[in-house]
C-alpha cells in the first residue's frame, strides 16, 4: 500500500476561542475539559465539564487549530 493513501485521522477535540456572555472577556477553552472554566473578570462559568464535551455557556468566536 502507497504511503499517500493511509488516512490519518484527525482528533474531534479542539481550542475554542470563547466570549464571555457578560462581561465580553474573551478565553481559550479546552473544547474537552475535565474542570469548570470560569472568567477571569466576573468569575461565571463559561465552560462545565460533562464528561464528554465540554457545555458552553459563552458565545464561540473561534475554533484555533
Known amino acids: 500500500m502507497n504511503k499517500n493513501n493511509i488516512l490519518i485521522p484527525k482528533p474531534k477535540s479542539r481550542y475554542l476561542s470563547i466570549q464571555c456572555n ?27 465539564s460533562s464528561g464528554g464535551m465540554a457545555k458552553i455557556f459563552g458565545n464561540i468566536i473561534s475554533a484555533l487549530d
Open 22 to 48: 457578560h462581561c465580553n472577556e474573551k478565553t481559550v477553552v479546552y473544547s474537552h475539559t475535565t474542570a469548570n472554566i470560569t472568567c477571569k473578570s466576573c468569575n461565571e462559568i463559561i465552560a462545565k
